[in-house]
């Protein structure tokens, strides 16, 4: 019996039901609109055609393989957006990912060549670690999903390695002098950045992504959403707290705040929010040229995170109050109650002294007049 489009009870989508070479289907088409649907039938029957005389080699594509990876084995977040890109906060659009590069390809097909061809137009100079990082460990993940019977709709892949050192991971942080240094070297918007991450521990991504409903300064609390995968194998893209420091309650206290309460709480020179970026790009050149007026070397935004660790312990802060605060240590409960303020952490990050240069009056941002900020 040939596919066919039904509709279903209690439900707007059509589903295809039939037999095709004694291949039973009962599956929905994911939409209402029978044109489409109709398009969907034909696609499906054609594929099993094809399957059932050649094998599935030539008709499953790295696409259907990249849901089909995401939905059985549900990995962290940062792979994840390798595999099917983020929102990006600037224009909506999705960033570049597997499925740009390879979504219509056959899985079958992806060898080698097709490997360098992405390296030379997405990668070219970046670091082989990012490489291994980005593109072929999760291209990797996929296709070895992808072989495995009863699918076997490719080879296992052997892909080689990028030429050049992989990065083992750094040990770079600032002592105290250093980070005023590059505090006071800093503009006004680029020094409550520095500051916050220095004394918080967050990620760049996660620093820029925070929002003013989720601070809480008359708790000293703030909730990171959607956190990547920590070191210690907690589950991706979850929620967790961090105690922000007296230093930071003020400066914070002294930002353009939106009325509504609604935002980002860091925003660009012109008042808006940062565009997404991988590794510190959102503040690649203001970086830059921050750390070469403070005559520091050899320093990543990623470093403030590992600054503040090192802080942690040589304020003698209890290793696992450390691993609370930097997200290395997870629970059930704690993710679920991230937004409520623990006492040990707070006390734990009081222990860091305040930096210098005192805090910075939060002035309207230059893009925008007062009235448009909202500002109360």
Not at 311 to 338: F, P
């Amino acid at each position: 019996m040939p596919l066919k489009v039904i509709s279903r009870k209690g439900t707007e989508q059509l589903y295809l039901r039939g037999t095709v070479r004694r291949v039973p289907v009962y599956e929905t088409t994911g939409t209402s609109n029978p044109q489409l649907a109709e398009a969907i039938r034909i696609k499906r029957e054609a594929q099993i055609l094809n399957e059932s005389v050649l094998g599935p080699r030539v008709s499953r594509t790295f696409d259907e393989a990249a849901i089909g990876y995401l939905d059985a084995k549900d990995p962290g977040r940062s792979q994840r957006d390798a595999i099917i890109g983020r929102e990006r906060i600037s224009d909506g659009k999705l960033s570049a990912c597997l499925l740009t590069d390879f979504g219509a390809m056959l899985c079958s097909r992806i060898d080698q060549a097709a490997l360098d061809k992405v390296i030379r137009q997405r990668f070219r100079g970046r670091s082989p670690a990012t490489v291994q990082r980005s593109l072929i460990m999760p291209l990797t993940a996929v296709l070895n999903w992808a072989a495995r019977s009863p699918r076997k709709w490719c080879d296992v892949p052997a892909f080689d390695r990028p030429a050049g050192k992989l990065s083992r991971g750094r040990t770079r942080w600032l002592d105290y002098q250093e980070a005023d240094r590059l505090l006071a070297a800093a503009s006004p918007h680029l020094w409550r950045l520095i500051l916050f991450l220095s004394l918080s521990g967050a990620r760049i991504g996660e620093a820029l992504a925070l929002e003013w409903d989720d601070v809480d300064l008359g708790a000293g609390w703030a909730t990171l959403r959607n956190t990547k995968r920590g070191q210690r194998g907690h589950l991706a893209g979850e929620d967790r707290g961090v105690p922000l420091h007296p230093q930071l309650v003020v400066m914070l206290a002294n930002l353009p705040r939106p009325r509504s309460g609604e935002g980002f709480v860091f925003l660009t020179p012109a008042g808006l929010p940062y565009a997404e970026r991988e590794g510190g790009g959102h503040i690649k050149t203001a970086w830059r040229l921050t750390t070469k007026r403070a005559g520091i070397a050899d320093l990543r935004v990623h470093d403030l995170r590992h600054t503040f660790a090192t802080w942690l312990l040589l304020a003698r802060v209890q290793e696992e109050v450390r691993e609370t605060i930097m997200g290395h240590r997870s629970s059930l409960t704690g993710r679920r109650y991230a937004h409520v303020p623990q006492p040990a952490a707070i006390e734990a990050v009081s222990l860091l002294p305040s930096r210098a240069k005192s805090v910075q009056s939060a002035r309207p941002y230059p893009g925008k007049r007062v009235q448009d900020q909202g500002v109360g």
